[in-house]
């Protein structure tokens, strides 16, 4: 076996998105080709709602993913398809935008003013830009948790771990979305697909998180990851909590601007003019709040 090793390590910046969300992104709208088929990833972990609450309004979304994942308070949403509802504290939404969606989120803190939730866009390959929009709501009881030897705890999203398979299948770019909990001094192996794009988020405390165990990698950082076809983390003195998604290159072009990616600049063009002149939406149920 061949266990990775990290290629490159994070930080994030600082941004304000939406109507004045504060977050931190770690990667996006740049080197679009190290992430393959990622392209951002938002930390909107908060405890003032100030910073939080003026939320995501109605925008629109083309030939991508968005996955949002929330570990306190929670975000109401609606689409142009007609969904709406609330995740809360270990929910999911999976949103396929496809041909394009319209849709709003809006983050509201748990009762001690918390907000805590990241959120992935994963990109479509040229054959699925226009497929029929979907929409996945997960519900944290949907989501099975298991615990391997050596006291590792995985909330398995996207993938399979330990023989439970995660409630989002079906997906072209073969994700994996799992949630890691590994106690102090603990380890946690994992085997990976050769070729897949790997990294983890660490979202609590700190560990090694390679075999060679150099250096580490704390609360708020992510590590890139080399090829390989498992990865090794250790735990420090305390408990590590961290995000490990992976997935399949799509490698090709990546035009990209705001809300919309597609392959070219002239399928940018027609997105956002379809936008303005109101042909945008392909799906028949539209929102009556766009």
């Known amino acids: 076996m061949k266990p990775r090793t990290i290629k490159k390590i994070i930080h994030g910046t600082p941004t304000v998105e939406g109507a004045g969300v504060h977050l931190k992104r770690i990667f996006g709208f740049h080197e679009t080709s190290l992430f393959d088929p990622f392209l951002l990833l938002d930390d909107f972990r908060s405890d003032d709602p100030s910073r939080y609450l003026a939320g995501f309004p109605w925008h629109p979304h083309r030939g991508i993913e968005t996955i949002t994942y929330v570990i306190a308070g929670s975000v109401e949403h609606g689409d142009s398809m007609g969904n709406k509802g609330v995740i809360t504290a270990g929910d999911t939404q999976w949103m396929t935008a496809g041909s394009g969606i319209v849709h709003q989120e809006m983050p509201q803190g748990d009762r001690d003013g918390r907000m805590g939730g990241f959120q992935l866009w994963a990109n479509l390959p040229r054959t ?163």
Not at 168 to 193: M, N, Q, S
Not at 199 to 218: N, P, T
Not at 259 to 288: C, D, W
């Open 128 to 290: 699925h830009k226009m497929m029929e929009p979907r929409y996945r709501d997960i519900g944290r009881d949907q989501v099975p948790e298991v615990t391997l030897d050596g006291g590792a705890t995985v909330r398995v999203i996207c993938g399979t771990v330990g023989g439970s398979t995660g409630p989002v299948r079906d997906i072209v770019i073969d994700p994996e979305y799992l949630d890691v909990k590994v106690p102090a001094g603990g380890e946690f192996t994992h085997d990976t697909k050769l070729g897949h794009t790997v990294l983890a988020y660490v979202i609590e405390g700190s560990g090694a998180f390679d075999k060679a165990g150099g250096a580490r990698v704390g609360n708020g950082s992510l590590c890139l990851y080399g090829d390989g076809d498992r990865c090794v983390i250790k735990a420090d003195d305390g408990p590590v909590r961290f995000l490990l998604i992976s997935g399949k290159p799509i490698n090709e072009p990546v035009a990209w601007y705001g809300p919309i990616v597609m392959n070219t600049e002239e399928e940018l063009e027609t997105a956002f003019a379809e936008y303005r002149n109101g042909t945008f939406l392909k799906h028949k149920k539209q929102s009556p709040t766009r």
